[in-house]
């Protein structure tokens, strides 16, 4: 793999993180595009890491505010936080323990995470229309956190998204769209930390090199930049951008799976 390529997946993973557009499914579709191999376990254990000291360092304020409150004030919102988080955490920790191996294979075929970029594109598009929308992250609670949880742990099917369904769900039950990304940025850190852990276990420190230094900052970087313009494009936008994209790129890849 070269340099650029490196640099590139790090870009897909750090856009496609925090984006409703699926991380997962640009990893999994840009070498079959291209016609090259998957890039590896390091890869991908490497570029998650970078996503989440994105997370980390975009929001350390709220980190350092959410832990300091969850040992010494649990009874301030914040306090509550951590433990809400973790509990919106277990439902995709549950599946992804019960699906490791079909995550890790049959669904990352081609057409299947092209259908799924199709399919969960709909998702978006009804969540998209809602109005009424007054909670806000202060109104976060254990039924919402385990509501949005239920749609975090369907990620685990590339081209799902879980930015998408997590804002999708947070949506759904009346949150305000910037809000719901705040906490779906929140949401992303544990998940994110859990697989790194189930990964790296089975990592090869014999493997890291120079392309992967290159993967892990250029995915930290375009984290930091997606994070931030997500936050920026929801105070007055919709999510009709990212719903087109997953539908012509999920269109492109069946045609070309079925017909080329």
Known sequence: MSTMEAFFLGLLQGIGEFLPISSSAHLTLFPYIIGKDYQGLAFDVMLHIGTLFAIVIY???????????????????????????????APAALIGVLFEKQAETSFRSP????????????????ANKRTSLEKEEKNFSIKDALIIGLFQAIAIIPGASRSGMTISAALFIGYKKYDAARISFLMSAPI??????????????ADLNLNLAIAFASSLAAGLLSIKFLLNHLKNKNLNIFIYYRVILGSLVLIKYFFF
Do not use: Q
């Not at 649990?74 to 509990?87: D, F, N, T």
């Not at 057409?111 to 009804?126: G, K, Q, R, T």
């Open 59 to 89: 929001f350390w304020r709220d980190w350092a505010a959410i832990t300091k409150d969850a040992i010494v004030n649990r009874s301030k919102p914040e306090g509550k936080k951590l433990w809400l988080l973790a509990a919106a955490t």
């Open 111 to 126: 057409h299947v995470v092209a259908a799924a970029l199709i399919l969960f594109s709909f998702v978006l598009y009804a």
């Open 192 to 205: 994110i930390l859990g697989a790194g852990i189930l990964e790296i276990r089975k990592l090869n420190f």
